[in-house]
T-cell receptor, first 114, second 112 residues
Framework: DTEVTQTPKHLVMGMTNKKSLKCEQHMGHRAMYWYKQKAKKPPELMFVYSYEKLSINESVPSRFSPECPNSSLLNLHLHALQPEDSALYLC?????????????FGPGTRLTVT | GQNIDQPTEMTATEGAIVQINCTYQTSGFNGLFWYQQHAGEAPTFLSYNVLDGLEEKGRFSSFLSRSKGYSYLLLKELQMKDSASYLCAVRDPGSGYSTLTFGKGTMLLVSP
């Protein structure tokens, strides 16, 4: 099983809503990532979790709050988002967080903030 | 910081060979990845180079020259399904973690 799953596939939310994005992998990977991708732009790293601990936060606004409940799950909690936060949110995982591991991406959640 | 350059768009004909170039200027380097991304879908891993030379995997090959800060992805026997964006990504060793910085991607259009 080389699959990273993400739910929901699509999400529309208002600026006052609270919602969560979920990501799951069962490959035994110990590193998980959140990326944000705007249309026709490359993915931009948001967070890195290694062994369920937050390792990297790329200066992401606090309205995005990641959580790693266990080694297979990664959540992204959303609150008070802005329309410019509309994007494809990609989750990825890799065997470890070291230098030689390729990342496997999930299908993404298409988020629209109204 | 990292600066990664790729052509924005390329076109090619079914059955042909196409080479997508990527140049990078980075403060550090610990490997270069190529990913394929179809519109609206997640990136999928194609290749990884950390040493100089050519890595071949079926119809796809990737080349790296660290001294020149240069890589290319070679696609042979092009098929219509190869129409996609191809992302060059460089690993940043500074943090010790597997962080990738992506280029803007090259949109490849394969025509009959």
């Amino acid at each position: 099983d080389t699959e990273v799953t993400q739910t929901p596939k699509h999400l529309v939310m208002g600026m006052t809503n609270k919602k969560s994005l979920k990501c799951e992998q069962h490959m035994g990977h110990r590193a998980m990532y959140w990326y944000k991708q705007k249309a026709k732009k490359p993915p931009e790293l948001m967070f890195v979790y290694s062994y369920e601990k937050l390792s990297i936060n790329e200066s992401v606004p606090s309205r995005f709050s990641p959580e790693c409940p266990n080694s297979s799950l990664l959540n992204l909690h959303l609150h008070a988002l802005q329309p410019e936060d509309s994007a494809l949110y990609l989750c990825a995982s890799s065997q470890g967080a070291g230098s030689s591991y390729e990342q496997y991406f999930g299908p993404g959640t298409r988020l629209t903030v109204t | 910081g990292q600066n990664i350059d790729q052509p924005t768009e390329m076109t090619a004909t079914e059955g042909a060979i196409v080479q997508i170039n990527c140049t990078y200027q980075t403060s550090g380097f610990n490997g270069l990845f190529w990913y394929q991304q179809h519109a609206g879908e997640a990136p999928t891993f194609l290749s990884y180079n950390v040493l100089d030379g050519l890595e071949e995997k079926g119809r796809f090959s990737s080349f790296l020259s660290r001294s020149k800060g240069y890589s290319y992805l070679l696609l042979k026997e092009l098929q219509m399904k190869d129409s996609a964006s191809y992302l060059c990504a460089v690993r940043d060793p500074g943090s010790g973690y597997s962080t990738l910085t992506f280029g803007k991607g090259t949109m490849l259009l394969v025509s009959p």
